[in-house]
Structure formats: structure tokens, C-alpha cells
């Protein structure tokens, strides 16, 4: 059964920083890209937030380009979000993902809420 389990979202006030933290099941994560994905409140969709390859290639949304950045390490079945110089509108339930996402695979999300 594939599992995947986000967690580091929290509080933080605008202009900081975050880690966020997936780990997945072997069986998917050394084959497949990975994606970070985000929900904002008030009924928003889902949106693509950033995909890494297996190869370690990256993607980012135009909105987080430069202040976030996606990583893997295929050893720990991990794939990580820096997030750096957040901003209100970066609030939202973070999840991960394959890419293109598996409607199966979609966890519990990890929140992150920027404000004062």
C-alpha cells in the first residue's frame, strides 16, 4: 500500500522560513517524479506547486519560483520543500504527491499558515 506522510508546516510570519518533509514508499519514490502540491483556504483547487524528476531535474509554479526549492534524497525515500521569504498568500494545506499526481496517493497534507 503507498503511503505518503508530509510534515514541518506550521505558523511563521511573513518573510520567513519553512521545511517541509515527505516520506513515501519505496515502491513509487525511486521511480517516479515527485511533486509538491498546495490548497489554499476558502475552496480553492489544488494547485502544482514544484516536481522533481528521479534524475533530480526540477519545476517550479512562477508564484514560488526563487524562494522555494525542491529536493530528494532517493536514500531516504524524502522529498523536501524549502520554503523561504514566505508570504501570506503562500497559506495553505502543502501535500505530496507523484507527478503527475495519483489520485490514490493524496495524504493528509502538511498546513502552513504565514501571518503576523
Known amino acids: 500500500q503507498v503511503q505518503l506522510v508530509e510534515s514541518g508546516g506550521g505558523l511563521v510570519q511573513p518573510g520567513g522560513s519553512l521545511r517541509l518533509s515527505c516520506v513515501a514508499s519505496?515502491?513509487?519514490?525511486?521511480?517516479?517524479?515527485m511533486g509538491w502540491y498546495r490548497q489554499a483556504p476558502g475552496g480553492k483547487q489544488r494547485e502544482w506547486v514544484a516536481?522533481?524528476?528521479?534524475?533530480?531535474?526540477?519545476n517550479y509554479a512562477d508564484s514560488v519560483k526563487g524562494r522555494f526549492t525542491i529536493s530528494r534524497d532517493n536514500a531516504k525515500n524524502t522529498v523536501y520543500l524549502q520554503m523561504n521569504s514566505l508570504k501570506p498568500e503562500d497559506t495553505a494545506v502543502y501535500y505530496c504527491?507523484?507527478?503527475?499526481?495519483?489520485?490514490?496517493?493524496w495524504g493528509r497534507g502538511t498546513q502552513v499558515t504565514v501571518s503576523l
Open positions: 504527491n507523484t507527478d503527475p499526481p495519483d489520485l490514490g496517493y
Open positions: 519505496g515502491s513509487i519514490f525511486s521511480i517516479n517524479a
Open positions: 516536481d522533481i524528476t528521479s534524475g533530480g531535474s526540477t
